[in-house]
C-alpha cells in the first residue's frame, strides 16, 4: 500500500484506534519517531526493510544525544542542581512506547506505517500525534485547543522576557502558544513522565531555544517541582481537568501555597487558583485558569477560598464559556483572569463576560471553535472594560450574590428562546416594575426523600412526584407510590388542598396545584412546597404566573448544575413576583380560565373532527360491513 503524508497519517492514527494499543502509547511512540525524523531522516526510511529493535536503537540513541544537549544546556542556566528529576531520562518513558509499540501493531502494520512516516515531516507527525479529534476523545485535557490557547494568551497579556508557568502542560500546547507568541521563559510539570517527554519533544521541534524550556514530571500539588527552579512567575497559564479531587495529605508543609482557604480533597480547581496566586511575582503577575461553572456558585471549601480570594480583590475577570466549545466536555466553563495588580478603575469590582453563541462556529457536527474575530472581541471586551448588553458587565464586589462568580447572574440576556418563543429582554424595564420576593407570600418547604427502598405498596401515605405532575399544572393521582413513616415524622411533608409543588430538579420546572383533599399526601425531595399566605396571594394566580414563560424564564436563571439543573432554597426565596392586588390576581384567574375552557372545547371539536375523517377515509375504501369503525 502506498500511502503519503499527513492526510494518509491522520487516517492511519483513526483507524487504529480501534485495536488494543492505548492512546498514550501511540502518541509516545509518534512523537519520538518525529525527534529521529528531526535528527536522522535517511536513517528512518533505511528501516522500512530493517527489524522493529532497529527503530529502537536509532530511538535510543536520538533520546540520549537530546537529553545530552539538555542538561548540557540545563547546567550553563545553572537550573540542573535545583531540579530534582534531573537523573530522571526526560525520555524514557516515551523511548518505552518505541520498543513496545511495534509488538502491538504486528510486522506488517510496522511497516506500513513506517512508510507513511517517511513521507512526513517532523512537524506534521506531531501536528497528528498531539492535535487530532482522536487525542481529545481519548486523552480529554491533555491537549488544550489552539483557540482556547490564543484567547488565554491574548487575557494574559504576555511580554517578552517574561516567565510563564503551565503546572499541568499536557503536552505543551499552551506553553508553545506562549512562546510563540512572545519569547519567553517556559515552565512546566505534567504528572506523566511519558507526557513530559511528549511536551520535551514538541517544544524542541517547534524550534523553542533550550535555554528557554524547564519541564518536570510529578504531582503538582504535592511535588511543585517547578518552585524549585523558578519560586515566583510573570505569568500562569493553566487549563487542569476539572473536577479535580486532592490527597490533602499530600500538602503537609505547604500551607503557604494555599493561603485562601481549606485545602479540601474536592477543592482542586480553587486549590489550583489559589497555588497560582502564590506563584506569581508579587507586583505584576497575573493567572488565567479554567475552571467548571460548578466552582463559581458551590458553598463550602469552594465558597470559603472563593469569598477570600475575593476579599484580597485579585479576581478581573471572570468569562463564561457554552458547553460544547470543548471535545468531551458538554457543560458550561468559565476562564478565570486573576490579577494582583489590577487598573484602578478595577479596584473592588470583577468583570464578568460571557461568551455568546453568535461568537461560536459550527465546524462539523462534533466541532463547535472560537473564531479569530471573537477573540478579539472578547479581548477588546476584557480589556476595555466595556459594558455590553447581555455579553458584558463590571460588578462591584459589594454586589455580589454570596460571594458567587457564576456569569449569568450578573449579565442579562439580550434575547432568548423559549417554548418556542423568541423573547427580546430589556433589564431596565424589568426593574420598574414593583416586585416583592416570593417568600414574603408563600412558606417554602422542602419535601421528604423517599428512595424505591422505602416504597411499600401498602404505606399509609401516598407521595406525589414530579412525573406525577401533568400538562397545565394538574396532579396524576392514580399512580401515586406509597411509603410508611412513623408517626410524626411526616408532618413538615405533608399537602393541603391548593398548595402549589415546584419541582426543582432537572430541566424543566413543573407547577403542580393540590386541587383535593388528601389526609395522608406527601412530596418528594424533588420537589418545594408552596404554602401561599391567603391574604397577600391566590394560588391559582401564583401557579399561572410561575408557569408562564416569564415565570418560567425566571426560574431557569436560578437554576444550577452541569448534568442536573437544580435550584436552591436561598434563591427561590428571592424570586420577584409582581405586586397585585388580590382583586386583579382573581380577575386574572376567572380570564385565565375562561381561556382554558375555550380551548379545552376547541381541542375536543378538533379531535372529533380528526374522527370523522378518519371513518370517512375508511368509507372511501369500499368494504362495507366487511371492516366497520363503530366509534
Same mark, same amino acid.
Given at each position: ?18 485495536? /488494543? ?19 536522522? +531522516? ?42 530534582? !528529576? ?15 509499540? /511495534? ?98 519533544? !514538541? ?31 510573570? *505569568?500562569?497559564?493553566? %487549563?487542569?481537568? %476539572? ?15 494555599? /493561603? ?21 511575582? +508579587? ?38 464559556? =457554552? ?44 466541532? *463547535? ?26 460588578? =462591584? ?34 426593574? #420598574? ?39 397545565? &399544572? ?37 407547577? &403542580? ?6 389526609? #395522608? ?17 391566590? +394560588? ?81 375504501? &369500499?368494504?362495507?360491513?366487511? %371492516?366497520?369503525?363503530?366509534?
Amino acid at each position: 500500500m502506498s500511502l503519503k503524508g499527513k492526510q494518509e497519517l491522520q487516517a492511519w492514527v483513526s483507524n487504529i484506534m480501534v485495536s /488494543p494499543i492505548r492512546s498514550g502509547q501511540l502518541k509516545g511512540f509518534l512523537a519520538m519517531v518525529a525527534l529521529v525524523l528531526h535528527e536522522h +531522516p535517511e536513517s528512518l526510511r533505511g528501516l522500512i526493510l530493517g527489524t522493529q529493535d532497529d527503530l529502537y536503537r536509532l530511538a535510543e540513541r536520538t533520546a540520549i544525544d537530546n537529553q545530552v544537549a539538555y542538561v548540557k544546556t540545563m547546567k550553563q542556566l545553572g537550573r540542573l542542581s535545583k531540579q530534582p !528529576n534531573t537523573n530522571t531520562y526526560l525520555l524514557e518513558s516515551v523511548l518505552y512506547d518505541v520498543k513496545t509499540t /511495534p509488538e502491538k501493531l504486528g510486522d506488517a502494520m510496522y511497516r506500513e506505517l513506517l512508510c507513511i512516516l517517511v513521507e512526513c515531516t517532523p512537524l506534521e507527525v506531531l501536528d497528528v500525534v498531539l492535535n487530532e479529534e482522536w487525542v481529545h476523545k481519548l486523552e480529554s485535557g491533555s491537549t488544550t485547543p489552539a483557540y482556547i490557547n490564543q484567547l488565554m494568551i491574548e487575557l494574559g497579556d504576555l511580554k517578552a522576557g517574561q516567565t510563564v508557568l503551565d503546572p499541568t502542560m499536557g503536552v505543551g500546547g499552551t506553553l508553545l502558544a506562549a512562546y510563540e507568541n512572545k519569547e519567553t521563559t517556559l515552565v512546566g510539570q505534567d504528572i506523566n513522565l511519558g507526557t513530559v517527554g511528549c511536551a520535551y519533544i !514538541n517544544l524542541f521541534l517547534h524550534d523553542v531555544k533550550l535555554e528557554h524550556i524547564a519541564l518536570y514530571e510529578g504531582e503538582m500539588f504535592g511535588e511543585p517541582h517547578f518552585l524549585a527552579a523558578n519560586p515566583t512567575f510573570d *505569568r500562569v497559564l493553566q %487549563f487542569p481537568n %476539572f473536577a479535580t479531587k486532592i490527597n490533602t495529605e499530600s500538602l503537609q508543609g505547604q500551607v503557604s501555597r494555599f /493561603p485562601f482557604g481549606p485545602m479540601a480533597p474536592m477543592a482542586g480547581e480553587w486549590m489550583n487558583v489559589s497555588s497560582a496566586l502564590t506563584a506569581l511575582t +508579587p507586583h505584576d503577575g497575573k493567572a488565567v485558569i479554567t475552571v467548571f461553572n460548578g466552582v463559581l456558585y458551590r458553598g463550602g471549601a469552594d465558597g470559603k477560598i472563593r469569598e477570600s480570594i475575593l476579599n484580597y480583590d485579585l479576581i478581573e475577570t471572570v468569562i463564561g464559556v =457554552p458547553s460544547g466549545i470543548l471535545p468531551n466536555i458538554s457543560v458550561p466553563w468559565a476562564i478565570v483572569v486573576c490579577n494582583n495588580h489590577k487598573q484602578d478603575m478595577m479596584k473592588g469590582k470583577v468583570q464578568f463576560i460571557q461568551i455568546s453563541e453568535d461568537m461560536i462556529e459550527t465546524v462539523s457536527r462534533r466541532t *463547535r471553535v472560537l473564531t479569530k474575530d471573537s477573540i478579539r472581541r472578547i479581548v477588546e471586551i476584557y480589556h476595555n472594560k466595556e459594558e455590553v448588553p447581555g455579553v458584558a458587565t463590571t460588578v =462591584p464586589l459589594v454586589g455580589l450574590k454570596e460571594g458567587k462568580l457564576l456569569p449569568s447572574d450578573y449579565i442579562e440576556e439580550a434575547e432568548v428562546e423559549l417554548d418556542g418563543f423568541a423573547i427580546s429582554i430589556n433589564a431596565d424595564e424589568l426593574e #420598574k416594575r414593583e416586585t416583592i420576593p416570593l417568600d414574603k407570600v408563600v412558606s417554602i418547604g422542602r419535601g421528604l426523600n423517599v428512595t424505591a427502598k422505602n416504597e411499600d405498596a401498602n404505606g399509609e401515605y401516598c407521595v406525589l412526584r414530579i412525573m406525577d405532575i401533568e400538562d397545565y &399544572g394538574r396532579i396524576n393521582y392514580d399512580n401515586l407510590v406509597r411509603t410508611t413513616s412513623e408517626a410524626g415524622k411526616v408532618d413538615n411533608y405533608l399537602l393541603e388542598k391548593d398548595d402549589l409543588v415546584l419541582s426543582i430538579r432537572g430541566g424543566t420546572n413543573k407547577v &403542580g396545584i393540590i386541587d383535593r383533599d388528601m389526609d #395522608k399526601l406527601l412530596f418528594n425531595a424533588n420537589l418545594v412546597r408552596l404554602r401561599v399566605k391567603r391574604r397577600q396571594c391566590n +394560588p391559582k394566580w401564583l401557579q399561572m404566573y410561575l408557569t408562564s414563560l416569564i415565570g418560567q424564564w425566571l426560574l431557569k436563571r436560578i437554576s444550577r448544575g452541569t448534568t442536573v439543573q437544580q435550584i436552591t432554597l436561598s434563591e427561590l426565596k428571592e424570586l420577584p413576583i409582581p405586586v397585585l392586588s388580590l382583586e386583579e390576581q382573581e380577575r386574572d384567574v376567572a380570564w385565565y380560565e375562561q381561556k382554558m375552557q375555550e380551548l379545552e372545547q376547541l381541542q375536543l371539536s378538533l379531535q372529533q373532527q380528526e374522527q370523522a375523517m378518519k371513518r370517512e377515509l375508511v368509507d372511501s375504501f &369500499g368494504f362495507g360491513d366487511g %371492516f366497520v369503525v363503530e366509534k
